[in-house]
């Protein structure tokens, strides 16, 4: 399983300044353990993207910030 980006508050919830990091993680149910995604030309962070799995690689498309994202990337693991 794979899970990139989405959105974050600081410790005061809501309220506290929004972010979207560009970061990841890569989940190995045979060792119940989870790795870091590489960010290397990774996309810009957002939430509500959209993402499909090839069979070899993970697209982003989409998505939002504070405004409409209109571009994407693709993760090979």
């Known amino acids: 399983m794979i899970v990139w980006s ?4 600081g410790p ?3 309220q506290d300044q929004v972010q979207w990091p ?7 149910p ?6 870091p995604t590489n ?3 990774a ?7 959209s993402a499909v799995w090839t069979g070899t ?9 504070n405004n409409l994202v209109t ?5 090979e693991p």
């Open 6 to 9: 989405g959105q974050t508050y």
């Open 12 to 14: 005061n919830g809501p």
């Open 22 to 28: 560009n970061d990841g993680g890569i989940y190995d």
């Open 30 to 35: 045979a060792n119940d353990s989870w790795s």
């Open 39 to 41: 960010r290397s030309n």
């Open 43 to 49: 996309p810009i962070g957002r939430k509500l993207h």
């Open 57 to 65: 690689r993970m697209i982003i498309w989409g998505g939002y910030t």
């Open 71 to 75: 571009s994407g990337g693709s993760y």
